[in-house]
């Protein structure tokens, strides 16, 4: 007989043999930045999750320093007054994420910057490329994108992180950022992104929700596979230093065969919809919160993840350290 039970008799063995282990250093946490002064707004569909205000982000980033883990992931949320067709705001010198940036790579040197690149949070249609007639335009939107990273370069990004879905703007922000003398800032693709309804809460979180239609002619239909492979495969020869898939927990299959397929570290980004699932849950007391966290994000490095961008991170950090 075959005694699987052998090594699982004790949790010293069972944890020698554990072939699957976190480490804070998989993750990023994602974080709001809101213009304006004394803000610490709660996002209503996301527990525990707070839009800041440049003068009170100490309080998170305290936070963020002592958990040890990676890094961030900056969303800048201009005036609503300030918003235009154009998303000006995303790459204006002094704009509410560059400021960000600026506050934290001088006060917190030590944590990894990365600035989401997209124009949803910025223009006034709440789409996330240049709107002619109805239509999301591509190659119209690849400037902006292009200068939208250079300036967060500028400012002092350690790295950009597209999310905007146009076709091209991968070689666009990296030709982009060379010519500005940032040979050396990595681009972090969000290659595989599906257009899911799990964003729910983050368009609250960011403000960002498209006024009119919705991004199923940018994002992936969510039915396809082999569709997300040559995304991502499309990605890497455009000069990605990092691709990502996401959402996570309905995409494991794809970041499964992702990190089979690419010798490229790959990201998956657990997404709002996913974590206010199981924070409605917990408060409730129906799951184990603690239980339930460790093994959906267990199940997302035993896939093959390389980092973990989740809204979970302090709290699976506090777990960790303890
Ligand atoms: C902006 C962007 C979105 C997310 C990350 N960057 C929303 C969207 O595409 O509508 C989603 C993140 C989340 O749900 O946590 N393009
Ligand atoms: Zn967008």
């Known amino acids: 007989m075959k005694r699987f039970r052998r090594l699982r008799q004790n949790e010293i063995i069972r944890d020698l043999v554990r072939e699957t282990r976190l480490s804070v250093k998989d993750f990023i946490y994602p974080i709001f930045v809101v213009d304006g002064e004394n803000i610490k707004v709660p996002v209503t569909s996301m527990p525990n999750v707070y839009q800041y205000s440049i003068d009170r982000l100490s309080e998170i980033l ?14 800048g949320i201009p005036k609503s007054e300030d918003k235009d067709e154009y998303g000006t705001q995303a790459y204006a010198e002094d704009g509410i994420t560059q400021r960000a940036v600026r506050y934290i790579k001088k006060n917190y040197p030590e944590i990894l910057c990365i600035t989401d690149v ?14 002619k007639e109805g239509e999301i335009l591509n190659d119209e939107t ?18 950009v ?25 990595p681009i972090m693709a969000y290659s595989a992104k599906f257009a899911s309804a799990y964003y729910g809460p983050f368009r609250d979180a960011a403000q960002s929700a498209p006024c009119f239609g919705d991004r199923r002619s940018y994002q ?16 890497i020869e455009e000069g990605a230093d990092i691709v990502m898939v996401k959402p996570a927990l309905a995409y494991l299959d794809i970041l499964k065969e992702a990190c089979q397929k690419f010798d490229i570290p790959i990201a998956v980004y657990n997404v709002s919809g996913e974590y206010s699932m199981v924070k409605a849950a917990a408060m409730q007391g129906w799951i184990d ?12 490095k035993r896939a093959g993840a390389n980092i973990i961008i989740t809204y979970h991170a302090l709290d699976m950090a506090k777990w960790l350290n303890e």
């Open 62 to 75: 305290d936070e963020v320093r002592d958990s040890k883990i990676s890094g961030v992931m900056l969303f």
């Open 118 to 131: 997209c124009l949803c949070e910025y223009t006034s249609h709440g789409h996330c490329g240049v709107v």
């Open 142 to 159: 690849l400037p902006l994108l292009s200068k939208m990273s250079v300036s967060l370069a500028k400012a002092g990004a350690d790295m």
């Open 161 to 185: 992180a597209p999310s905007d879905m146009m076709d091209g703007r991968v070689s666009a922000i990296r030709e982009a950022l060379d010519e500005a003398g940032f040979k050396n800032t």
């Open 220 to 235: 992936m239909d969510f039915t396809n596979a082999k569709e997300a492979l040559r995304e991502i495969q499309s990605d």
């Open 289 to 300: 919160e603690k239980r339930i966290v460790t093994e959906n994000l267990v199940a997302m």
